[in-house]
């Protein structure tokens, strides 16, 4: 007995055939019985993965053995999925238009043709489909006088078919159109742009569109040079199939073939999509200060922060550090867009915020010199809405100045929080010579400054209904006389609840800076 044990992915196909092909060989079966083996596997594991395993990962086993009687051998296939006999599975009639047909049992149809005997158990919490095949020779096999195919070249009536020329760059069809009619190519070829394939002469396309059940495009086709092909019409397709099993099995392990070359474009390209939101998030976590208390030594202030990223990673941001030994320097800013572009640029603007900070200016001046460095080389007209208040420790004055961010929360007494007072400003990097104001206020001991980002507010739940503003502020009120940790903690807590398991369609940022007073000098004593 041999058997190969593979996950159970489409991307597992390759090497479950290459195994059949090799058992298949050693046993003697012809080149055209070897195809049919390997088309009722594929259409066996193809259920497994997208049916028995469709939410959650699994394995598949292959095992070939020896069959009860000479010239016949067993084939196991094996998975830990969902329970499923194939034989229960309803005939497709053949005879019926593609709109009158029901969708399914076209796979598990082909299966038991081409299978001697199709045997099922359910043991141990485990599917076991058993093919019994023999090396038999099935009338419509291609004889040794026909000559050989490539493998891809279906045989077909050309006679029958309709004659069409094209030219260099036409376009057969476009990804999506309606899908009315499959093409022999008899000279010439033609490039499938979103798989980078071509289909050269001898070769048929259009068969994917033709047999799936929504009868959509799946690729466009782009002339490479002038071509003559021949097309047939998705009715006289089903009735060459009735005719003709043998031109219904190519056709169809055509299909899975094709299936599987746009399946691996698709998973590389979402491969590259989810290995650049990899990296964006990397650099937008890196960025960020992690470590709490960050200065255990100072009593003045508290201060805690969290990035919570969406999905797809935007661009929020929050830093916090001294300017010298009396100013602490806070900041939070949402850059437009997402993905690495968003993430490169956020790293950009914390950087170009912090060094004008270390200089010692005005909040409002800082922001100003950040949106005149950001915007002459702005081509890709990004921008980024910042918020900067520099709290003095000692006096506790915070300055600060807004760049078009939602403006802070500020506690107003036992129970209460408001809007920070100040002008909104206008985002930074988006138009030149704006000016921005710098607002001064004084804060109290045990005052605390809640500083967020939008996704936060805009934070839904599965009814598409808003966190909002005024929810945010009730659920602040509920943790007055917290520290800064504490708040956060409550306010993340209270935005889960409310979002109950829908994704973030944005990054949600908060940072709460609470201001104890200034710290007292203890006397060593007499």
Not at 14 to 41: H, W
Not at 62 to 89: H, N, T, Y
Not at 103 to 128: C, P, S, T
Request: proline share 6%; charged share 25%.
């Amino acid at each position: 007995m041999f058997h190969l044990r593979l996950p159970a992915r489409l991307e597992s196909l390759d090497e479950f055939l290459n195994f059949v092909s090799d058992r298949a060989a050693e046993s003697g079966f012809s080149s055209f019985r070897t195809k049919e083996i390997q088309l009722a596997v594929e259409e066996a594991v193809v259920n497994i993965v997208r049916h028995a395993y469709a939410h959650s990962p699994g394995e598949v086993e292959l095992r070939w053995m020896k069959g009860a009687d000479p010239g016949q051998v067993a084939i196991e296939i094996e998975d830990a999925g969902v329970p499923f006999d194939v034989r229960s599975a309803l005939a497709p009639n053949l005879q019926a238009g593609l709109d009158d047909r029901k969708v399914g049992g076209l796979g598990a149809f082909f299966i038991r043709q081409m299978a001697d005997k199709v045997g099922y158990r359910r043991e141990a919490d485990k599917n076991i489909l058993t093919l019994t095949l023999g090396t038999r020779k099935p009338s419509s096999e291609p004889g040794p006088s026909e000559a050989p195919r490539a493998d891809d070249s279906i045989g077909f009536p050309l006679g029958s078919m309709t004659r069409e020329t094209h030219n260099k760059g036409d376009v057969l069809f476009k990804a999506g159109d309606r899908a009315d009619k499959m093409y022999y190519i008899a000279h010439g070829s033609l490039k499938l742009p979103e798989i980078g394939k071509v289909v050269k002469e001898g070769e048929v396309i259009g068969e994917m569109g033709i047999l799936s059940p929504f009868h959509v495009r799946t690729a466009s086709a782009v002339c490479e040079e002038d071509l003559e092909a021949y097309t047939i019409d998705k009715e006289d397709v089903i009735r060459l199939f009735s005719r003709d099993s043998a031109l219904a099995f190519q056709l169809v392990n055509l299909c899975i073939k094709r299936f599987i070359e746009n399946l691996r474009a698709e998973t590389e390209a979402k491969e590259r999509i989810q290995s650049e939101l990899r990296i964006a998030r990397e650099i937008q976590i890196s960025m960020l200060p992690r470590v709490f208390p960050p200065f255990p030594d100072r009593t003045e202030f508290d201060i805690f922060a969290v990035m919570e990223p969406a999905k797809e990673v935007g661009g929020d941001f929050y830093d916090f550090f001294l300017v010298d030994d009396k100013r602490l320097c806070v900041v939070i800013g949402d850059v437009s867009g997402k993905g690495v572009p968003a993430a490169l640029f956020m790293a950009i603007c914390k950087t170009l915020l912090k060094t004008e900070a270390l200089r010692g200016l005005s909040p409002g001046d800082i922001l100003d010199r950040v949106n005149r460095t950001l915007i002459p080389d702005n081509e890709t007209m990004m921008f980024v809405t910042v918020f900067l208040l520099i709290l003095n420790v000692e006096t506790g004055e915070i300055r600060y100045s807004n760049g078009g961010h939602p403006p802070p929360l500020i506690s107003a007494g036992p129970g209460r929080f408001e809007s920070l007072e100040g002008p909104t400003g206008t985002v930074l990097g988006a138009v030149d010579g704006c000016s921005y104001t710098t607002t001064t206020r004084i804060l109290t001991p045990g005052d605390i400054v809640f500083l967020f980002t939008d996704g936060m507010s805009e934070a839904m739940n599965a009814d598409q209904e808003l966190f909002s503003d005024a929810r945010l502020i009730s659920r602040l009120c509920e943790e007055t006389g917290k520290c800064a940790a504490d708040l956060i903690r409550h306010m993340r807590a209270a935005v889960q609840a409310f979002a109950d398991g829908t994704p973030p369609s944005d990054d949600i940022t908060m940072v709460a800076l609470a201001f104890n007073g200034a710290a007292r000098n203890v006397s060593a004593g007499p």
